[in-house]
C-alpha cells in the first residue's frame, strides 16, 4: 500500500483561486451594495464576449439556470422533457420544477453523452424540449436532432454546467444559438462560489430570465426609487446572482485561458499515465477541443477499487449515479442498459487545478494496486 498521502490527492474537486478574488469581493463588500448591480452586469457582458454572444442573463446557480431557461422555451404541465438519465440530479428537478415529465434516455457508452438517435427515438407527440448534458466538458453536436426538430417547436436546451469554456468546433459553447445553461458553482471551470448563466435564444428571452430571476418586478431600481410601490408584472424567483458572486466570477474569468491550459494539460498527464494499466477505459472527453471537467475512468469491480482507492486516502467520486434508479425519479424509470452499465463502472479520480504531475502519477499507482487487489484476484 502506498504509505504517503498526498493532500492534493484526497480531495475529488477543489475551486482554483487565481489571488485577485478576494479583493474583487472585498470591494463589493465596501461599496454596500450586495444584491443585483452593476458588478453582475458587468459579469454578464464579459461572459458574452468571451462566449461570442450578444447577451448572457446572469442567475444564481446552474439549477436556477436550467429552471428559468425550460420557463423560457415555455415548457410546462403535460410536457416531456428528453434528459439522459447520466446527468447531475439539477437537471431533472429543473424539469420537475416547471411542472413536466422527464423522458430519460440512455448515453453512448464512449462519451457518457446522448446521440441523434438516442434522442430522436424518444420524441413523442408531447415532447416539449432536449436538454443534452454536455458530459465532463464534451460538446453534444446533435446535429440530425437540431435539423429534425427546428420548426416543431420543441427547445434544445443545452446543460452546459461542466462546459464553461469548451468548443463546438471553432466556437465556444454557448454560441451555437441553442438556449444554454452554466454553472459556476464551487466546482465548476470557472466558479463564481455559487452562481449561473444562460444564454437566450432572442433579446425577448432575455428580457423574460430578467424579469424571472428578480421576482417579476418589472421596473428597474431607479424607477422603483421615486413610488410608493412597485409592479409585479408576472412569475418570478429570488433568482439574481449577487454582485459578491459576480465579482469571483470576473477575477476568474480574467485568468480562464490559465484554467482553460491547465485542465486540458491535467487530463491528458492522466490520459498517458493511465495508458499502461489493463481493464481501465478513461471516459473521452475530446480534450482538444473541450475545457475537461471530469477525469472519469471506467473499471471492473467498481465498489471494491472505490474502496481500495479511499482506504489508500485518494478522492474518488462517482458522477453519476443514474437519475431512472433514484427513489425520487422511480415513475419515470426504463430500462437503460449503457447508462446502467456505465453506473456500476464509473469512477472520478480526483480532477483539479491545484494536483501536480506527482499526484497524478501517485493516484494512477494506487489504481494500479486497487485494482490488483480487487476482484479476489
Ligand atoms: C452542477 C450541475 C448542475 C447544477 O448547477 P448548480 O450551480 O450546482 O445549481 C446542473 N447540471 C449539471 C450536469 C451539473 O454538473
Given at each position: 500500500?502506498?504509505?504517503?498521502?498526498?493532500?492534493?490527492?484526497?480531495?475529488?474537486?477543489?475551486?482554483?483561486?487565481?489571488?485577485?478574488?478576494?479583493?474583487?469581493?472585498?470591494?463589493?463588500?465596501?461599496?454596500?451594495?450586495?444584491?443585483?448591480?452593476?458588478?453582475?452586469?458587468?459579469?454578464?457582458?464579459?461572459?458574452?464576449?468571451?462566449?461570442?454572444?450578444?447577451?448572457?442573463?446572469?442567475?444564481?446557480?446552474?439549477?436556477?439556470?436550467?429552471?428559468?431557461?425550460?420557463?423560457?422555451?415555455?415548457?410546462?404541465?403535460?410536457?416531456?422533457?428528453?434528459v439522459p438519465s447520466m446527468t447531475f440530479c439539477?437537471t431533472v428537478?429543473?424539469?420537475?420544477?416547471?411542472?413536466?415529465?422527464?423522458?430519460f434516455v440512455d448515453a453512448d457508452p464512449v462519451t457518457l453523452c446522448v446521440?441523434?438517435?438516442?434522442?430522436?427515438?424518444?420524441?413523442?407527440?408531447?415532447?416539449?424540449?432536449?436538454?443534452?448534458v454536455?458530459f465532463g466538458?464534451?460538446?453534444?453536436?446533435?446535429?440530425?436532432?437540431?435539423?429534425?426538430?427546428?420548426?416543431?417547436?420543441?427547445?434544445?436546451?443545452?446543460?452546459?454546467?461542466?462546459?464553461?469554456?469548451?468548443?463546438?468546433?471553432?466556437?465556444?459553447?454557448?454560441?451555437?444559438?441553442?438556449?444554454?445553461?452554466?454553472?459556476?458553482?464551487?466546482?465548476?471551470?470557472?466558479?463564481?462560489?455559487?452562481?449561473?448563466?444562460?444564454?437566450?435564444?432572442?433579446?425577448?428571452?432575455?428580457?423574460?430570465?430578467?424579469?424571472?430571476?428578480?421576482?417579476?418586478?418589472?421596473?428597474?431600481?431607479?424607477?422603483?426609487?421615486?413610488?410608493?410601490?412597485?409592479?409585479?408584472?408576472?412569475?418570478?424567483?429570488?433568482?439574481?446572482?449577487?454582485?459578491?458572486?459576480?465579482?469571483?466570477?470576473?477575477?476568474?474569468?480574467?485568468?480562464?485561458?490559465?484554467?482553460?491550459?491547465?485542465?486540458?494539460?491535467?487530463?491528458?498527464?492522466?490520459?498517458?499515465?493511465?495508458?499502461?494499466?489493463?481493464?481501465?477505459t478513461?471516459v473521452?472527453?475530446?480534450?482538444?477541443?473541450?475545457?475537461?471537467?471530469l477525469?472519469q475512468v471506467r473499471v471492473p469491480h467498481r465498489d471494491e477499487v472505490f474502496?481500495?482507492?479511499?482506504?489508500?486516502?485518494?478522492?474518488v467520486g462517482v458522477h453519476y449515479p443514474p437519475n431512472h434508479l433514484q427513489p425520487?425519479f422511480a415513475?419515470?424509470r426504463r430500462p437503460l442498459p449503457a447508462t446502467e452499465q456505465a453506473g456500476e463502472e464509473i469512477l472520478s479520480?480526483?480532477?483539479?487545478?491545484?494536483?501536480?504531475?506527482?499526484?497524478?502519477?501517485?493516484?494512477?499507482?494506487?489504481?494500479?494496486?486497487?485494482?490488483?487487489?480487487?476482484?479476489?484476484?
Amino acid at each position: 500500500m502506498t504509505t504517503t498521502s498526498r493532500p492534493d490527492a484526497r480531495r475529488n474537486a477543489s475551486p482554483y483561486l487565481y489571488g485577485q478574488e478576494a479583493g474583487a469581493v472585498a470591494r463589493v463588500l465596501g461599496s454596500g451594495q450586495y444584491g443585483h448591480t452593476a458588478v453582475t452586469e458587468e459579469f454578464e457582458r464579459r461572459v458574452a464576449g468571451f462566449l461570442g454572444v450578444p447577451d448572457a442573463v446572469a442567475v444564481a446557480s446552474g439549477t436556477a439556470a436550467l429552471h428559468a431557461a425550460l420557463l423560457a422555451a415555455k415548457v410546462g404541465p403535460g410536457d416531456e422533457v428528453i434528459v439522459p438519465s447520466m446527468t447531475f440530479c439539477a437537471t431533472v428537478q429543473a424539469i420537475l420544477a416547471v411542472g413536466a415529465t422527464p423522458r430519460f434516455v440512455d448515453a453512448d457508452p464512449v462519451t457518457l453523452c446522448v446521440t441523434d438517435e438516442l434522442v430522436l427515438e424518444a420524441v413523442g407527440d408531447t415532447t416539449a424540449a432536449v436538454i443534452p448534458v454536455l458530459f465532463g466538458g464534451r460538446a453534444v453536436p446533435l446535429t440530425s436532432v437540431r435539423d429534425e426538430l427546428a420548426g416543431r417547436h420543441i427547445a434544445v436546451i443545452e446543460d452546459a454546467a461542466h462546459a464553461f469554456g469548451s468548443r463546438d468546433g471553432t466556437r465556444r459553447v454557448g454560441a451555437s444559438g441553442a438556449l444554454t445553461c452554466f454553472s459556476f458553482g464551487p466546482i465548476k471551470n470557472l466558479t463564481c462560489g455559487q452562481g449561473g448563466m444562460v444564454i437566450p435564444r432572442s433579446p425577448g428571452e432575455a428580457d423574460m430570465i430578467r424579469r424571472l430571476r428578480l421576482l417579476g418586478v418589472g421596473q428597474s431600481q431607479s424607477e422603483r426609487a421615486n413610488t410608493t410601490t412597485y409592479r409585479v408584472d408576472g412569475f418570478g424567483l429570488r433568482y439574481q446572482l449577487s454582485g459578491i458572486n459576480a465579482a469571483i466570477g470576473l477575477a476568474q474569468l480574467d485568468h480562464f485561458n490559465t484554467t482553460e491550459h491547465a485542465r486540458r494539460c491535467l487530463w491528458r498527464a492522466y490520459q498517458q499515465a493511465l495508458a499502461p494499466l489493463d481493464g481501465v477505459t478513461l471516459v473521452d472527453v475530446d480534450a482538444d477541443h473541450s475545457v475537461p471537467h471530469l477525469c472519469q475512468v471506467r473499471v471492473p469491480h467498481r465498489d471494491e477499487v472505490f474502496a481500495g482507492l479511499r482506504a489508500r486516502d485518494i478522492g474518488v467520486g462517482v458522477h453519476y449515479p443514474p437519475n431512472h434508479l433514484q427513489p425520487a425519479f422511480a415513475t419515470w424509470r426504463r430500462p437503460l442498459p449503457a447508462t446502467e452499465q456505465a453506473g456500476e463502472e464509473i469512477l472520478s479520480l480526483p480532477f483539479h487545478q491545484h494536483l501536480t504531475e506527482t499526484d497524478i502519477d501517485h493516484v494512477v499507482s494506487a489504481l494500479g494496486q486497487a485494482l490488483n487487489a480487487s476482484g479476489g484476484a
